[in-house]
């Protein structure tokens, strides 16, 4: 049974920093791409980052520049780097695991960026 589990999330002021790891475990057959998903509240679940078995990363524009994707592979683990976070970057954040053969999905954590 594999799980996806996603950390690091919390309460953080305008201009600071967290950093959210994701860690799948149990038998995935092969990984193509691990992914972030953000949602915030009343609002429709967006793509955030993604990055490919080979090392591609992509970043969505509100993003680019301030988040930093990157992974262990021997870990099945992927991070986020967020850097200069804003009221707007508040939202559940979400890990996918897209394998060979289907996708996993974590329970997402919360970050909430406030003053």
């Known amino acids: 049974q594999v799980q996806v589990v996603e950390s690091g999330g919390g309460l953080v002021q305008p201009g600071g920093s967290l950093r959210l790891s994701c860690a799948a475990s149990g038998n995935i057959f092969r990984i193509v791409a691990m992914v972030w998903h953000r949602q915030a509240a009343g609002k429709q679940r967006e793509w955030v980052t993604s990055i490919t078995s080979g090392g591609n990363t992509n970043y969505a524009d509100s993003v680019k520049g301030r988040f930093t994707i990157s992974r262990d592979s021997a870990k099945n683990t992927v991070f986020l780097q967020m850097n200069s976070l804003k009221p707007e970057d508040t939202a559940v954040y979400y890990c996918?695991?897209?394998?060979?053969?289907?996708?996993?999905w974590g329970q997402g954590t919360q970050v909430t960026v406030s003053s």
């Open positions: 996918q695991i897209v394998s060979s053969e289907r996708q996993y």
